[in-house]
Each structure stands twice: as C-alpha cells, then as structure tokens.
C-alpha cells in the first residue's frame, strides 16, 4: 500500500512591533503548483519575499501526483469509489492548517487558496466539492491564474482506458477492474509502475482528476443550483496570459512558425480529442473565425500566431472566463486580471510572442524585488520592480479583505526583509510614479465584464477577447451535439483514421456508448456546460460484465438509415395526401365558379328573368325590365242555369315593364268612366306607388302596394252603349296588382258571370 506523506513549508516573516507579536495573526496564503497533474513540487517555489512583504504567511504544498494521485480502477463512474488521492491530499493539508496555523501565526478565518494551471484547476475543484465543508470552510478566497475545472483538460474522461493500458504493461491485465486490479498493481514496484508507457492524447492527461462520486460529484453539471451555491462561498480573481497555449508547441514552431497544412494537423487532432460530434463543421468554423482573409499571402509567423491564439483561447481563456462569470452571478467578489507584459530579459523575450504561460509567477513571489529567486529569471529592470510591487499589493490586499478596490499599500522592500518606512500608503507625491500602485481595480460583472490589464503601466479595460471567447461559449456548444438520427459517420473528420493527417496521438473513435446512472433512464443529446471532457467517451466493457453497469448503444450505420429513411417515406406520404387534398378543393371551387357564371351567362341571353310555362304572355320574350305580379280570379257562368264553375286556380303572370324611354307619365292622368267595368286607375310620377281598387272603388283586401314606374294608359275605346241584354256575360272583373311574393287571393266578385275577360 502507497505511503501518503503531506509535506507543508511554511515561512512567516513577522515585521511588526514586538509587543504585538503574539497578538496579531495574520492572512494565509495556501500555493497549489501547477504544471502538470504528473510532476512538478511546491518545493521550488520561494514565499520568502511575498510573506516579507504583503506581511501573510504562505504555505506551499506537495501532494500525489500521476499515478499514484488518481488512478481510477472504477469503470463505472456512478459508484462512489475515492480515485482522486491528490485532491484528497490537498483537502488533508488544508484540514491540517485549519487546526494549527494559528500555531505559526497564521489566521485560520483568512486562508486564501492561490494556484496557477492545473493547480488553478485542483483549488477550482475543491470550491465546488461536497468533501470540503463550507462551515466552518477550510479556505475563504481563492485565485486562479490560467485554471479551471471546467477547462477540457481539467478532468480526465474514460480513465479506465489507460488504467487497463498500464495493467497491460506491468502484467496485470488478466485482473478485472476494481479491488482485484488494485492487488495486482500492489504487487509491482514504484519503479515499474513509473516506467509503464501510456498513450495520451495530444493536450490531455491519462491521470488526473476523475468522476468519483466524493470529491467530484457524479453530477457534476455548472447549471445545478448546488454548483452556484457552493461557488459563491468563496471570494475569486481570476485571470489569464494572452499565450497561455505556448508549452504545445515545440521549438522549431516557435522560431520559424508553420505552414497551413501543418495548422491543419493540429487542428484535426485538437479537435479529434476534444469533440465528439460535428467535427468536420466544428473544424470550418474554427478556420473561419481565426483566419485573417485580409492577408492573401500568409507568413507562417503569422500561421503559427493564428494558432496560439486558438489553442490559448479554447483551453484556457474560454473555460476561465466561464467560470468567472458563474461566480459574477453569484456573488460580487469577483476580479478578472489579464497579465499582459513579456519581461525583458526573460526566457521568452526573443520569441515577439506576447506574455506566455506561467511569465506571471515571478512577479508574484516577488522576483524582481531581489537579485535572485528560485528559478525564476534574474536582472529586471526598474519599471518591472515596480510592475512586481503592484501585483504582490493586489494579491496581498485581496487576502487580507476580499476586496482590492482600493489596495493597502506596503512600504517598499529591502533585501534584507526590513521595511524601510512604516506601512501604510505612500508618501511619494509623484501621480505618475504611483499611479499603478493606486489604480483601482473594479469588481467584474458579466455586463459590464471589467478588468485590470496588468502591464507596466495598468489600466482598466472592458470584455476581454470577447468575440473569441463568444465563440467557444456559444457557438461551438451549439453545433457540438449527438443528433438524434445521424449515423456515427457523419460525425468524423474527412480521412477520419488517417493517422498522418494528425499531429501528434489521437485517441480512437468519438463517444458510442454511454454509461448512465443506475436511476436514469433518458438520454441527453447535447452537452450543456463548456466541459465538454464530462462527456464520456467509449469503453469496452469488463471481463466479466460485473457492477450490473446498463450500456446504451448507439444506432449503428445500418440503423440511422433505416431510421431515416423510415421518416422520409412518412414525411412524404404526408405531403401527398396534402396535396392531393388541396387539388380537389380547387377543382370544386373551380367548377362552382364556372357554374355560375354559365347560368348568368344563359339569363342574360335569355333578356332577363326566365317566364313560367303557365304565364299568360306566351312565348314572347322581351327586354329585361322591372317587373310585377298579375294575379287574377276570373268567375264565370256557365250555362242559364246559374251553376257555378269550380274555383278557379290563381295564375301568376310575369309582367315586364316598357322601356324608361317610352315611360312619359303626366302628373294627373285622365278620369275614364266605369261603365266598361274597368277602375279608375290614376297614373302615377317614376317611383310612385301603384294602387288598383275594384269597381266600387274599394281598395282590394289581400293586396299589396310596389313601387314601380307604369306606362301611360292608352284611351279606352268608343264603343255604343248598349242595354243590358246586349252585354257580354262578364259581369265583373278584378285584378289586383300584388308583388311576387304576395300569396293572398283577391276578394271574388259577389256576382257571377260566364266569361272571362281581362281589359287594360
């Protein structure tokens, strides 16, 4: 079993007067080192010089690394099974400070957690653990330079992969994953474990920190109410360097540059690595966005400085800023820094490649303030002495309250540890000369997304790349999800298992399977944080199928097919039901307008409105005029004998009117005598109203008034008058002008006679 030893350096300087030595306890500074998740120390790392001069105690930690710090035998993620020793570590030491720094001098309600790299990553980590108590909390401030949790590399995925990969290279892959693999690995010696060769995926790890269900919740989701509630526990500065991506490429890349088709490998194998979905679109796009189509001739300088900034902005600057602005949300501590000064002299300086990553910790640890620290470079200028002085004042601030609006400033630093003037602010009177010791620092929101550029001479800028960074928090999410039908095909890289069209290893084909928790049953589609390393990729399954793990494959190439050629008979036969639907209905309206306008067409021919069969005018046809109803009752006698005819049936005669130029109507017509057995019929003015009466000169009961225009009477005729034996055998005859909708009979007459006459 593998001995943990958790060594704590810690250097306190105290510079205060004597009497208040045992009285006063001052901030903590906790360093996390980066690097990588598989070497490096916290001992190379000197907090003399910060400790002397920001007056805090700084603590340096080592804890496992590689291997032996997070080697994951679990194959099944949702089981809780501790693989993350290293950040198990890191809790055990903060623990151990909780309980004895006041021993040294050190406030254990003011312990601020400061990293760089993946040691920014392991602190990002933490602040969202549930292992790590947030009352009483074991740190209460936290800053990340160049580090996230929610960074692609951050967290190893599928790390049973290269655990079976060093279980073949120190002869333990007959073992199962598990309790028995564990045994098995026990049995083999340090040595031989740490020259076991792993194939890791070009910008990732094969051992890092893992999924474990108690340190690294199983759900581990930026969207969840319990993520943001325990990140906005801690007070945060966060920041980056413009070419935090610069440790990726090799030396020949850094002084001559490349050409696109080299561009193109590292582009097909970053994203190889990262995506799993779309790459070929993810990849055009990339292109797209990070070319400069205003240059028709590319230098490969300006190749190489295109792809710096890519890689620096999708690992580093995108998942960093992602994080800062969950915090923002949450609470308004947070403070966003973008170191931006190449030093002079330093190791980097002949490259013209901008601040890299990492060229901020010696002004940090205050490097410059003497002639030599550690490892960092030696012989600084004045102006980076100074450039140093505000940095070491921001953090130190920011330690000691939380807030560095407004920094305390320190008096200025001897060799020697001993301050040279009492602490407090400056009594320089030079604007100039401390404008960068009293620029104040404003507070980051997602709006307004303020920050400090720190260079030699500070100042305060707005949205940091925000265009770039846009890209890869919005664009690119959208465009990297599972689809629901397309085969896994579609989803590779043009020459997808071309190994030379890549730079570098490559890990095996995009994600297939996907585990689910026990309780789960849907499936998610599309990857909603920016982690996209969460997502899991395939795994083949174990020996003996144990930890009752449910599997769901993915449609195979036959399957999408068939499924989408299943939907597109569907869809199609939809289509022609519509449109044969829609074709009838316009052939019925069709046929109802033609109809219509024959029929219209044939009354016009016909002069108007078509006669009854029974109409007494016969077969005349005459111009369409207005037109009114005759109803008539005609009583005959039949005969000597005074027997009655039948009631006669009323007849309806359609009468037409003559034409308007023919109308001339006076205004009073003539009287004529009744003695022919026709009424006084009076002609009337164009719409006046027509009344017919009976003999007697009573109005007809039953009728009805029109208005109309009626021709002018022609005179009656000069007949002899004659006795009443010579008179035809009409006794009486009636007529009533009626509408055409007047149903009523007019009144019979009270005397009978044998024929029937109609006069006008």
């Known amino acids: 079993m593998v001995v943990v030893t958790v060594v704590v350096m810690v250097v306190v300087v105290v510079t205060v007067v004597s009497s208040k030595r045992d009285l006063q306890l001052y901030p903590v500074m906790v360093y996390i080192h980066g690097e990588s998740y598989e070497w490096n120390s916290g001992n190379p790392y000197d907090g003399s010089v910060l400790a002397a001069y920001g007056k805090v105690v700084v603590v340096t930690v080592n804890f496992r690394l590689g291997v032996l710090g997070f080697l994951n035998t679990n194959e099944n993620p949702y089981l809780r099974s501790i693989t993350n020793y290293g950040l198990m570590d890191q809790i055990a030491a903060l623990h151990w400070l909780k309980g004895n720094i006041a021993v040294f001098g050190g406030d254990p309600d003011r312990v601020t957690v400061f990293g760089h790299g993946t040691g920014a990553a392991c602190i990002n980590f933490l602040m969202t653990s549930k292992a790590v108590p947030q009352s009483p909390g074991l740190f209460h401030r936290a800053i990340l330079m160049s580090g996230s949790s929610l960074a692609p590399w951050s967290l190893v995925s599928n790390p049973t992969r290269y655990t079976r990969q060093l279980a073949r290279e120190v002869n333990c892959s007959h073992t199962p994953l598990g309790d028995e693999l564990k045994k098995c690995l026990r049995t083999k010696s340090l040595h031989v474990i740490m020259q076991a060769q792993v194939e890791v995926p070009e910008y990732y790890y094969a051992f890092g920190p893992t999924v474990d269900g108690v340190v690294i919740d199983t759900d581990f989701d930026t969207d969840r109410p319990s993520y943001i509630n325990r990140l906005r526990s801690y007070d945060l500065v966060f920041g980056v360097t413009p070419s935090d991506a610069f440790f990726t ?206 260079d030699l001479k500070p100042r305060i800028r707005t949205h940091y790349r925000s265009h770039q960074l846009s890209f890869w928090l919005r664009l690119v999410p959208q465009l990297h999800h599972a689809g629901k039908d397309a085969p896994e095909t579609h989803h590779h890289l043009e020459n997808h298992n ?110 108007g409105l078509l006669a009854p069969a029974n109409s007494i005018s016969g077969d005349m046809h005459t111009p369409p005029t207005p037109s009114m109803a005759v109803k008539t009752e005609v009583v005959t006698r039949l005969g000597s004998g005074g027997a009655k005819a039948p009631p006669s049936t009323p007849m309806t005669q359609t009468a037409h009117l003559p034409p308007p130029e023919f109308a001339d109507y006076p205004s009073q017509a003539p009287h004529y005598g009744t003695a022919h057995g026709v009424s006084h019929l009076h002609t009337l003015p164009r719409g006046g109203l027509a009344k017919v009466t009976t003999s007697d000169g009573q109005k007809q009961p039953g009728s009805a008034s029109l208005t109309l225009s009626v021709p002018r009477a022609p005179p009656p005729p000069q007949v002899p008058t004659h006795s009443s034996e010579s008179q035809p055998l009409l006794k009486q005859t009636s007529f009533t002008l009626t509408s055409p909708h007047t149903s009523t009979p007019s009144k019979s007459p009270t005397k009978e006679s044998n024929v029937g006459e109609l006069r006008v």
């Open 249 to 454: 490429f090799n030396d020949d890349d850094v002084k001559t540059g490349f050409e696109m088709d080299k561009q193109n490998k590292i582009l097909r194998t970053f994203i190889r690595n990262t995506y799993n979905y779309h790459l070929t679109e993810i990849m055009a796009t990339v292109i797209n966005e990070y070319t400069d189509w205003e240059r028709p001739m590319r230098h490969p300088i300006t190749t190489r400085e295109e792809t710096l900034a890519l890689l620096s902005d999708a690992l580093y600057g995108a998942p960093v800023m992602h994080t800062g602005n969950l915090h923002s949300h949450a609470s308004s501590k947070t403070f966003l820094y973008v170191f931006d000064y190449q030093t002079k002299n330093g190791d980097f300086e002949q490259q013209r490649l901008g601040c890299v990553h990492g060229e901020e910790l010696p002004y940090v640890w205050g490097a410059p303030l003497v002639d030599s620290l550690a490892h960092f470079p030696t012989n600084y200028t004045q102006a980076e002495v100074k450039l140093s002085e505000t940095v070491l004042n921001y953090w130190v601030t920011f330690a000691r309250t939380g807030m560095i609006s407004h920094p305390l400033m320190s008096p200025s630093f001897t060799p020697s540890g001993a301050p040279s003037e009492p602490e407090g602010p400056t009594t320089d009177r030079n604007p100039e000369k401390n404008r960068a010791r009293t620029l104040e620092w404003p507070e980051y929101s997602g709006q307004r997304q303020r920050y400090i550029e720190l």
């Open 498 to 607: 071309d190994w030379n069209s890549y730079r570098g290893f490559v890990r095996s084909e995009p994600v297939t399977r996907v585990i689910l928790p026990p309780e789960t049953t849907t499936e998610a589609t599309t990857t909603r944080q920016y982690n996209v390393s969460a997502v899991l990729q395939s795994t083949p399954a174990s020996p003996d199928g144990s930890n009752g793990t449910r599997l769901r494959t993915h449609a195979s190439l036959s399957d999408g097919f068939a499924a989408y050629s299943t939907a597109l008979s569907v869809t199609i036969a939809i289509g022609c039901s519509l449109l044969i639907l829609n074709v009838l209905i316009f052939a019925g309206v069709y046929y109802q307008r033609d109809k219509s306008r024959m029929e219209a067409k044939k009354v016009a021919e016909n002069g």
